[in-house]
Structures are given as structure tokens and as C-alpha cells.
């Protein structure tokens, strides 16, 4: 199994600090959750039948015609590569882990390669895969590029997947409006955003072919009826979606001032900063010291959001003693 960020009780074990001393910022989901309604009596009682309200509630706000809700995006991620003979296929990295490790467990030929690569391999893939924006980059390629691309491919039988986990800040670069076309597929996630994780509620935008495909695969009442009826809510509150991008795009760029202040040079979304560093293990360590957890990668680091005003100024003071520390290296 990967390892994933979120992952607090290993923060707990290793280091021995309590897990309410932690401040975790190893996730890119929004620390300001959507406010649960209260649930009808039957929410618990009754097997989940598919709820046509959550379906039209979740078209309208991703725009998209056709859409199967899922577990979680991650139900899709490792079910999809079922549906194809053995294919080449080519994904974006650094990215989501589960992409590439998911295709190799079903038997197909992975290449990773860079995002700027992306476009020279269309030739020879079956499959392109990536994170628009990406986790953990931020990276994003244009929409008119990315239905280009999924044309290409479609003409061969082939498919680009196009995962908008973290695209709700930026909804002007979904192309899950598009997805009726064959060959083109995007996943998106409520729990990133609405700061609904523990919901485990996501969605696929495909044509409806591959969607019936991937529904029969995936079996009967795979979203609770609690997530359905929470998801329903947070996805029809169009006055919170509004006010919370706003704060959130605030706060992203907070986030990216405070790193710049420290000697840091990041990038990323509304919901977290990246940036490449060949120190990253001694950076996570440092910050664990100072009780934050952070997603660190083979050469970079992402960052969350604080929570609050208080985890905001620990944030800061772990960031100060560390860009102390550099300076004093580099005096040696």
C-alpha cells in the first residue's frame, strides 16, 4: 500500500506527540469543511438506492452530462485499468501515486514522464493520464490542449484521463463539460474542496458506455446514503461554493507570501503550495519537531492550509527557526 498524506497516526507513532498537538498540512483539503446537515431518520437504516438528486445536484455543478458517483475517486482509479487489454500508458509526474501504481498492478505498460513530456508522448501511448492542476505541482495545461489530446487519442481507441481532484478553485479549466465525447475521461472529488474526505464521495465524467462498464464493475450501493444526502447539500449551496473560493484563493496566496518570506519559492493551488527541494526529508523532520506534518515527495514538498489564526503563526515560527538554520549552514 502507498504511502499517502493524511496519514496522522504515523505522525503520532514515530514522534510520540499526541495527535491533538499535531498540526497537519500533509493534505490539500480545504481545513474549513462544509457544515454537515442533519440527515433524514432513514439515512442509516435504508440500503443506499442511486439518488437522482444527488446525480442532477452534481451535473449542474460540474457541468458535465453523464456522471457515476463513486467511492471516492480512488474506486475509480484502481477499477478503470480493468477495462482495458494490456496498454502503453503514459502519466504525469510527480503526481498522485495511486495513478501509476494502479495500471502497473493491472498489468500494463507505465511510463511516467514530466508534465512539459506530455504532449511528444500522444504518439505512443494508449492511455495519458495526469492531475489538472496537478497534485502536487500545481501544474495546469490548457483545456483547448487537453480536448486536442483526448481527440488524438480517441481516434486509436485510446483515452486521456484527466483527474480535476483539486480543480474546484479553478472550475474555467474543467473539461468535464466535454466528456460525452469517447475517449475522454475526468474524475472529481468532493472531499478535496468541500473538505469532506471521511465522506468518500467522488464522481467520473465519461461517456455513458465506459460509465455503465465501470458501474458493473464496481457493484451495487457503493455511496452510503449519509455521503449522498451530505453530498446533495454541498454541492446545490451555491452562496458557500462562492464564498469559499474566495477565501480560499486568499489564503493560497497567503500561504505562498509566507513561504516567499522564508526563502522559499513555491507554487501550486488555492489549497496548497509546492516547490522542489533536495532537502525535503530535513525539512519534514524539522517541521515534525515543531509538531507540523508535511507531504514530502522524492525531491519537493507540499504544504496545506492552516486551519486557524494559531496554526498559522506555528507555521510561521517553524518556518523562521528553519530558514535560520539554513543561513547558519551556509555561514559555515
Known amino acids: 500500500m502507498l504511502e499517502h498524506g493524511g496519514n496522522l497516526n504515523d505522525a503520532v507513532r514515530r514522534y510520540g506527540r499526541p495527535r491533538e498537538e499535531w498540526l497537519d498540512l500533509s493534505t490539500g483539503i480545504n481545513p474549513q469543511a462544509y457544515p454537515v446537515p442533519q440527515l433524514t431518520p432513514d439515512a442509516w437504516h435504508r440500503l443506499p438506492e442511486p439518488s437522482t438528486t444527488l446525480l442532477e445536484a452534481a451535473q449542474t455543478y460540474y457541468g458535465a452530462p453523464q456522471l ?30 495511486e495513478h ?19 504532449e511528444a508522448q500522444l504518439e505512443v501511448c494508449d492511455v495519458m493520464s495526469l492531475c489538472n492542476p496537478n497534485n502536487p505541482t500545481g501544474e495546469k495545461i490548457a483545456p483547448e490542449a487537453l480536448l486536442r489530446w483526448a481527440e488524438q487519442l480517441a ?37 478535496k474542496f468541500f473538505g469532506l474526505a471521511g465522506l468518500r464521495l467522488g464522481f467520473v465524467a465519461a461517456h455513458a458506455d465506459l460509465l455503465k462498464q465501470l458501474a458493473d464493475l464496481l457493484g451495487p450501493w457503493t455511496v452510503s446514503g449519509p455521503a449522498q444526502q451530505i453530498g446533495s447539500a454541498a454541492l446545490s449551496d451555491q452562496a458557500w461554493q462562492q464564498a469559499m473560493r474566495s477565501q480560499l ?31 525535503a526529508a530535513v525539512f519534514a523532520e524539522h517541521m515534525a519537531q515543531h509538531g507540523i ?35 547558519q549552514q551556509e555561514e559555515k
Not at 69 to 94: F, H, K, M, W
Not at 302 to 327: F, V
Open 293 to 327: 506534518w508535511v507531504r514530502i515527495f522524492s525531491h519537493g514538498v507540499r504544504i496545506g492550509l492552516p486551519a486557524d489564526e494559531k496554526g498559522w503563526q506555528r507555521l510561521q515560527q517553524a518556518l523562521s527557526t528553519w530558514a535560520a538554520s539554513i543561513i
Open 100 to 118: 501509476s501504481y494502479q495500471w502497473r498492478q493491472a498489468g500494463h505498460d507505465v511510463r511516467e514522464v514530466t508534465y512539459d513530456q506530455l
Open 68 to 97: 457515476l458517483p463513486v467511492a471516492g475517486t480512488q474506486a475509480a482509479i484502481q477499477t478503470l485499468p480493468r477495462l482495458r487489454a494490456r496498454s502503453r500508458v503514459v502519466i504525469a509526474a510527480p503526481s498522485y501515486a
Open 249 to 279: 484563493h486568499e489564503s493560497g496566496m497567503r500561504l505562498q507570501r509566507l513561504l516567499a518570506s522564508h526563502g522559499i519559492a513555491s507554487h501550486g493551488t488555492a489549497l496548497y503550495q509546492y516547490w522542489p527541494d533536495v532537502r
Open 155 to 191: 481516434a486509436r481507441g485510446g483515452w486521456l484521463i484527466v483527474d480535476e481532484a483539486f480543480g474546484d478553485t479553478a472550475p474555467e479549466q474543467s473539461v468535464a463539460v466535454h466528456t460525452s465525447q469517447a475517449g475522454l475521461i475526468v474524475f472529481r472529488s468532493v472531499g
